[in-house]
C-alpha cells in the first residue's frame, strides 16, 4: 500500500523560504508523477507543482513559477518542494500526491492522483 508523508511545514513571514518533502514507501514509483496540491479553508483543492519520477519533467501552477521548485529524490523516495519568496497567499493546507503517470493528460486534477498525504500546514504571514 503506497503511503505518502508530508514534513516541514510551518509559520514564517512573507518573503522567507520553506522546504516540503513528502516521503512515499510501499510501492516501486518509477512510473509514477508525484504532485503538490494546497487547499484554503472551503475552497477547492488546487494544483500547484509535479513532477515525472522518471524523467524529472516538471509542470507548475502560475502563481508559483519562479519561486518554488519540485525535485525528487530517487534514493530516498521523496519529493520536495522548495518554497520561495512567500507570500500571504501561499497560506494553505499542502497536500502531496502521487500516481500512475498518463504523459496524454496534463497532470493538474486532483483525480488523476490514487494516493495522498495528509496534509501539513503552511502560513505566511504579512
Known amino acids: 500500500q503506497v503511503q505518502l508523508v508530508e514534513s516541514g511545514g510551518g509559520l514564517v513571514q512573507a518573503g522567507d523560504s520553506l522546504r516540503l518533502s513528502c516521503a512515499l514507501s510501499g510501492g516501486t514509483f518509477d512510473s509514477y508523477i508525484t504532485g503538490w496540491f494546497r487547499q484554503v479553508q472551503g475552497e477547492e483543492r488546487d494544483f500547484v507543482a509535479a513532477?515525472?519520477?522518471?524523467?524529472?519533467?516538471?509542470w507548475y501552477v502560475d502563481s508559483v513559477k519562479g519561486r518554488f521548485t519540485i525535485s525528487r529524490d530517487n534514493a530516498k523516495t521523496t519529493v520536495y518542494l522548495q518554497m520561495d519568496s512567500l507570500k500571504p497567499e501561499d497560506t494553505a493546507i499542502y497536500y502531496c500526491a502521487a500516481g500512475v503517470y498518463k504523459p496524454q493528460i496534463l497532470p493538474i486534477r486532483t483525480s488523476q492522483y490514487d494516493n495522498w498525504g495528509q496534509g501539513i500546514q503552511v502560513t505566511v504571514s504579512k
Open positions: 513532477i515525472v519520477w522518471e524523467t524529472s519533467f516538471t
